[in-house]
């Protein structure tokens, strides 16, 4: 499942390219919200969640109750995995911005549903 979404990102940055030219362009994060989403409002990637084990001997996270969920938004950048911290209350634009975007760059898995028709249309035909 988790090799399936990294597959998901790197095909929707192949043809965003010019998309994350511009998401760079903005300026990094600090500490105003309002910098996590570009005039354009439109973001690129996806928003992926995670739990984390602090790692001290007696924490609670070590019997099945983990910090977080913290977010984060993850995106491919010239060639490069990257990713931001994404704060609790700015989780609902990120996600709306990132659909926005989603919407103009359909994500490679419709791609791949068509690859997938395809391959096996061409499987019958060698018999
Ligand atoms: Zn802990």
Redesign the pocket.
């Known amino acids: 499942m988790k090799g399936l979404v990294a597959n998901v990102d790197s095909g929707a940055a192949a043809r965003s390219s010019a998309d994350d030219r511009k998401v760079r362009a903005v300026p990094r994060q600090r500490g105003k919200s309002d910098d996590l989403i570009p005039k354009s409002g439109l973001l690129c990637g996806s928003l992926i969640r995670e739990v ?5 001997p007696r ?4 019997t099945g109750q ?2 977080g969920p913290y977010w984060y938004r993850r995106w491919r950048e010239g060639g490069r995995l990257r990713r931001q911290y994404v704060p609790r209350d700015q989780v609902g634009r990120v996600r709306t911005a990132i659909a926005r975007h989603r919407e103009l760059y359909p994500p490679l898995s419709r791609l791949r549903g068509t690859l997938r028709e395809l391959e096996s249309l061409a499987n019958n035909l060698e018999g």
């Open positions: 984390k084990q602090c790692g001290k924490c609670r996270c070590l983990p910090h």
